[in-house]
């Protein structure tokens, strides 16, 4: 089973296309919990039409808290072995949930990622890093890897501790996971210190 958690905050004109493209997806075994940080839009009205879908649940918060906090109530509340999260202004190619398991299966490992575009002036910018296969831990550190939501799983075991990411080798697959809209962000952040620092903290 995956768990997507889609943090939500104010984006009433996006998380339609999102949580269409959840069900969308060729991969049937999956929940979704949809957690509202507090909007004060439209985006709950949203919602509310895709409850229907058993599969997914929506956790209202009544004070807007940080985004890893949002994330944390979202893993309390789900309980499959993998885990995905996913912005509400991402979009999910209709392969994204087979395709990031099928590589973290295939290759055997905790994490895993996939190649994806982003909007940037109305045109998609693909950012393609390796080949399918497996990005060894020493290249993940190096940075040789974006983390981003809606292209990377997680086993559960270490889907809260984004600190230990970099620790991990990761399966990737070269298929296209998603169109990662404006206000996406990583899921880890570039350390662009130099070597010595890092070494020296």
Not at 167 to 190: K, M, N, Q
Request: charged content about 25%.
């Amino acid at each position: 089973m995956i768990s997507v958690i889609v943090t939500l905050y104010n984006q009433e004109n996006t998380i339609i296309s999102a949580l269409q493209s959840l069900v969308a997806q060729t991969a049937q075994q999956w929940e979704c919990v949809i957690v509202d940080n507090a909007s004060s839009d439209a985006s709950e009205h949203q919602v509310r039409s895709y409850l229907i879908d058993r599969r997914m649940r929506y956790i209202r918060l009544e004070h807007h808290v940080s985004i890893k906090e949002a994330r944390e109530i979202g893993l309390q509340n789900t309980s499959g072995e993998w885990i995905i999260f996913v912005d509400a202004a991402d979009y999910l190619k209709s392969n994204a949930l087979q395709a990031l398991y099928l590589a973290v299966k295939t290759y055997g490992t905790k994490c895993g990622a996939g190649n994806y575009g982003v909007v940037r002036d109305g045109e998609i910018k693909p950012h393609s890093y390796d080949p399918a296969g497996k990005i060894y831990q020493k290249d993940v550190a190096k940075g040789k890897l974006s983390v981003v939501t809606g292209a990377s799983i997680f086993s559960r075991e270490i889907a809260d501790q984004p600190e230990s990411w970099k620790e991990h080798d990761f399966a990737y697959t070269d298929h296209l996971i998603l169109i990662s809209g404006e206000e996406s962000e990583p899921l880890v952040e570039e350390d662009n210190r130099p070597w010595w620092k890092k070494f020296f903290n």
